[in-house]
């Protein structure tokens, strides 16, 4: 149980395109959602928590507008990177909080995204 | 602003000893506890959550929290090369967003 899927695993995109990633709680419903970014060699950076039917909360100094998060559902959050550069490069990895155990959370397989 | 620190490493163990990985945190009304392993390119994965004062065991795995003294730590018994990764530590307080460590690599020596 407490299967977390993100979709696509990578993506290579064009500088000024926008990318969209998937995170979906498979076994259980989510009411919250999280998402972290990770460059190499250095350890989770939380961007912003995500709220089924609510806005997200951005950590300070990400940028709301540039990273957009939607939680329309239970079971689904995305993260729409917008006019990536290649300095958004990096491993986005989503985590969904159990609500029978309130803290707990189970990470996705993460997306790696190169912005060329 | 809450805290949780862990010595970076490396932590270098031989196979078959016992590794011994500790955390501190911050604050004193935290309520949870977790342990996550991360390979390297890959995303954390939870190895243990701990919520009371005292041992909890799973496996080879076994968490000892004491929240006095505001210290949890994780032993890994019989460490195998399998083992070598790096493990994080969270610290949540019911309902909040998880605090992360920085992480400790771990590498176990054939």
């Known amino acids: 149980g407490a299967v977390v899927s993100q979709h696509p695993s990578w993506v290579i995109c064009k500088s000024g395109t926008s990318v969209k990633i998937e995170c979906r709680s498979l076994d259980f419903q989510a009411t919250t959602m999280f998402w972290y970014r990770q460059f190499p060699k250095q350890s989770l950076m939380l961007m912003a928590t995500?709220?089924?039917?609510?806005?997200?909360?951005?950590e300070q100094g990400v940028e709301k507008d540039k990273f957009l998060i939607n939680h329309a559902s239970l079971t689904l959050s995305t993260l729409t990177v917008t006019s990536a550069h290649p300095e958004d490069s990096s491993f986005y990895i989503c985590?969904?909080?159990?609500?029978?155990?309130?803290?707990?959370?189970?990470f996705g397989p993460g997306t790696r995204l190169t912005v060329l | 602003q809450k805290e949780v620190e862990q010595n970076s490493g490396p932590l270098s163990v031989p196979e078959g000893a016992i590794a011994s990985l500790n955390c501190t945190y911050s604050?004193?009304?935290?309520?949870?506890f977790f342990w996550y392993r991360q390979y390297s390119g890959k995303s954390p994965e939870l190895i243990m959550s701990?919520?009371?004062?005292g041992d909890k065991e799973d496996g080879r795995f076994t968490a000892q929290l004491n929240k006095a003294s505001q210290y949890v730590s994780l032993l890994i018994r019989d460490s195998q090369p399998s083992d070598s990764a790096t493990y994080l530590c969270?610290?949540?307080?019911?309902?909040?967003?998880?605090?992360f460590g920085t992480g400790t690599r771990l590498a176990v020596r054939p």
């Open positions: 995500s709220n089924e039917g609510s806005k997200a909360t951005y």
């Open positions: 701990i919520y009371s004062n």
């Open positions: 985590s969904a909080r159990d609500g029978y155990n309130a803290d707990t959370q189970y």
């Open positions: 969270a610290v949540g307080s019911s309902g909040d967003k998880l605090t």
């Open positions: 604050d004193r009304v935290s309520q949870s």
